[in-house]
């Protein structure tokens, strides 16, 4: 998908265009960055705040996130993804979704593979860049320097917010 196709579906969802505004700032953000200097990680430093989620297996290359719950929220230090690298969530229904919540100071860059069978939602106020190499197979994919509230996530509530930093221009708060 293509930045422009990325512009084109977020405006037919998103009313707020302070909302829009946000979203577009953290994306064109991140493409100024290059990819080889964020790109050699793997998800690091999850914490568990809803649901039942076993992470296995973090090697230097592979990942995996067993969900037997119909919805999780992971907090993690740092959530990239490096270009031999692999992360998959299996969830147990068609309902199904993770919010994944950067708290760490660097931005995610999925350079390898992000895959699964349903919703993953990866929230970076850092930034989210998704490198040529990099492929997100998922039922449904949302990543974004906006945040949302454990509770409107939990009640399926998508409403996203963007808080004001020294690093923000103004007028996009």
Known sequence: MTLEEIVIAVKGKIKNTG????????????FTISPYSLANDMPVGAKVQSGNVKISGPTQDHMIIDQSSNKSIINWNGFSIHKNGRVDFNMPSSSSSSLNRVTGSTPSTIAGQLNSNRK????????????????????????????????????NKFKFTAGCRLSVPSGLC
């Open 19 to 30: 909302v829009l505004k946000g979203l577009f700032f953290g994306l064109v953000l991140n």
């Open 120 to 155: 993953v939602l990866i929230i970076n106020p850092n930034g989210v860049m998704i490198t040529k190499e990099g492929v997100v197979k998922t039922g449904s994919f949302t990543a974004s320097t906006l945040d949302i509230k454990n509770e409107d996530f939990l009640n």
